[in-house]
């Protein structure tokens, strides 16, 4: 499955956005997705994920409340709402799939896409 991740971009502290995982050549009915960020020179780290059916999902603390990951099935894609902004937040983020079940561990994802850039001033 090929991921291409979209709706990055600048934004106030604050602000929203809402990201697009969108995928190709399989459903991703077929797998867990997940969201990663990565700043320059530390590790990539978990953001959301959410199961095949969308029936359970995860956050990571710093975003609980803040962030929601869903998924259309039908349209092949998966979201990040992203609301309530901090300069913390600004950051590379990837979504990935895996064909188990909804992790929070980037080592168990297996495909990834190429990361949408978001930054969020002060």
């Known amino acids: 499955v090929q991921l291409q991740a979209s709706g990055g971009g600048l934004v106030q502290a604050g602000g929203s956005l809402r990201l697009s995982c969108a995928a190709s050549?399989?459903?991703?009915?077929?797998?867990?997705m997940g969201w990663f960020r990565q700043v320059p020179g530390k590790e990539r780290d978990f953001v959301a994920a959410?199961?095949?059916?969308?029936?359970?999902?995860y956050h990571a603390d710093s975003v609980k409340g803040r962030f929601t990951i869903s998924r259309d099935n039908a349209k092949n894609t998966v979201y990040l709402q992203m609301d309530s902004l901090k300069p913390e937040d600004t950051a590379v983020y990837y979504c990935?799939?895996?064909?188990?079940?909804?992790?929070?561990?980037?080592?168990?994802?297996?495909?990834w896409g190429q990361g949408t850039q978001v930054t969020v001033s002060s």
């Open positions: 990935a799939a895996r064909g188990g079940i909804a992790a929070t561990g980037r080592e168990f994802y297996d495909y």
């Open positions: 050549g399989r459903t991703i009915s077929t797998y867990a």
């Open positions: 959410i199961s095949k059916s969308g029936s359970v999902t």
